[in-house]
T-cell receptor, first 111, second 112 residues
């Protein structure tokens, strides 16, 4: 059974710092991995999608990497801003068409 | 902002009642998935519809059912509501399985 873990559960850093969020999964038989952002009480915003054949994806200040063999993905955020404060979730998609999610990392960027 | 819209945004129901949640998918998307998210947890997959057929189902009882219409919009129906059904219900649309999923803002269901 696929399990997705995100560490740390919460992170607080000063504005301007670069930071890394971690996601690990137990079964490497995934089709893709997605990173999402969720603001309090809101829906999910897709940030980056990495197909299983890819190693990384970049969008603006965000860079996500995928190492299927070790069951790990990282989301790198450069030059963090207070507007980046949110919960970040990763999810892997399996052969049954479902996204399996981590519990998220709550990120606070202090001005 | 995605083109996925959900209604209503908030809902309060009494235990034992039935509820219908609605989702309009993004233009050009033929696949809709539904998720339940309890407070402080990641979403849990309920089911997926592809071209009006159920295409996969998570570990939810049969009182959770759904429909997809010819325009690819979708409904989630929950019968015999229980207190534990209180959660944020999220709808995602995509252009098919294993493609990028775009989410609506969710429906917050409270069962009292």
């Amino acid at each position: 059974k696929q399990e997705v873990t995100q560490i740390p559960a919460a992170l607080s850093v000063p504005e301007g710092e670069n930071l890394v969020l971690n996601c690990s999964f137990t079964d490497s038989a995934i089709y893709n991995l997605q990173w999402f952002r969720q603001d309090p009480g809101k829906g999910l915003t897709s940030l980056l999608l990495i197909q299983s054949s890819q190693r990384e994806q970049t969008s603006g200040r965000l860079n996500a990497s995928l190492d299927k063999s070790s069951g790990r993905s990282t989301l790198y955020i450069a030059a963090s801003q207070p507007g980046d404060s949110a919960t970040y979730l990763c999810a892997v998609e399996d052969s049954n068409y479902q996204l399996i999610w981590g519990a998220g990392t709550k990120l606070i960027i202090k001005p | 902002e995605t083109g996925v819209t959900q209604s209503p945004t908030h809902l309060i129901k009494t235990r034992g009642q039935q509820v219908t949640l609605r989702c309009s998918s993004q233009s050009g998307h033929n696949t809709v998935s539904w998720y339940q998210q309890a407070l402080g947890q990641g979403p849990q997959f309920i089911f997926q519809y592809y071209r009006e057929e159920e295409n996969g189902r998570g570990n939810f009882p049969p009182r959770f059912s759904g429909l997809q219409f010819p325009n690819y919009s979708s409904e989630l129906n929950v019968n015999a509501l229980e207190l534990d059904d209180s959660a944020l219900y999220l709808c995602a649309s995509s252009a098919g399985a294993w493609t990028e999923a775009f989410f609506g803002q969710g429906t917050r269901l409270t069962v009292v």
